[in-house]
């Protein structure tokens, strides 16, 4: 068995390559049935993506803080930015979409409690709306900043670098769309065979 670290990446997360090499592992010590590997993966991941999605909600928060804080302080025209409406707007949409994308998180987060993987498309879209959600908001709030979004070692330089590596962690953006579509499909084939609803 031999663990090899990975590269350095923009935003620190554990990342390697664990390699398997002649290893035998008793039957007494493997986790689940033999031939079930690939539904317990899956149960892992529908974990681990509303950890991603929380962690979104972190950096989308923190960003937008940032903004706003700079936003009330800095003055633009003898008045403070928040009060220019291209800025204010910005931070308002901003805080709608983090607290849409927090409400569905949570709910992702209860249902994965209690059965991960019938709920894997819940966890997925959580995770898919967190990150996208956190990326446009570190965007946003090094925009709203100008000139003090850009220095590097700051605050938002963090929160806008750390936003970006969690819409490919635990499934990028497009693959989770992709397996998204295929389950909506398969949903509303269902539903027009039972005469239901499929959403």
């Known amino acids: 068995l031999s663990v090899t670290s990975g590269p350095d990446l923009i935003a620190p997360h554990i990342i390697g390559e664990v390699r398997f090499d002649d290893v035998r592992v008793p039957r007494g010590n493997r986790i689940g049935e033999a031939g079930t590997a690939f539904k317990l993966m899956l149960q892992t991941l529908a974990v681990f993506r509303v950890t991603v999605a929380a962690a979104s909600l972190g950096i989308g928060r923190a960003a937008l803080e940032e903004a706003v804080k700079h936003a009330t302080e800095r ?3 003898g008045k403070p930015l928040l009060a220019l409406g291209s800025v204010s707007q910005k931070l308002a949409l901003s805080w709608a979409e983090l607290e849409a994308a927090r409400a569905l998180t949570y709910q992702a987060a209860a249902q994965a409690a209690s059965n991960p993987l019938a709920h894997i498309a819940d ?8 990150t996208e959600t956190a990326g446009r908001i570190a965007d946003r709030a090094v925009q709203t900043m100008g000139r003090f979004g850009l220095v590097r070692g700051s605050d938002i330089e963090r929160h806008y670098r750390n936003s ?7 499934g990028s953006t497009e693959v989770l769309l992709d397996s998204l579509a295929r389950q909506l499909g398969k949903r509303a084939k269902a539903a027009e065979e039972s005469g239901g609803s499929f959403l």
Do not use: H, N
Request: charged share 30%.
């Open 75 to 77: 003055e633009q025209f």
């Open 123 to 130: 966890t997925s879209m959580a995770k898919v709306v967190s």
């Open 164 to 170: 970006r590596p969690g819409r490919i962690y635990e």
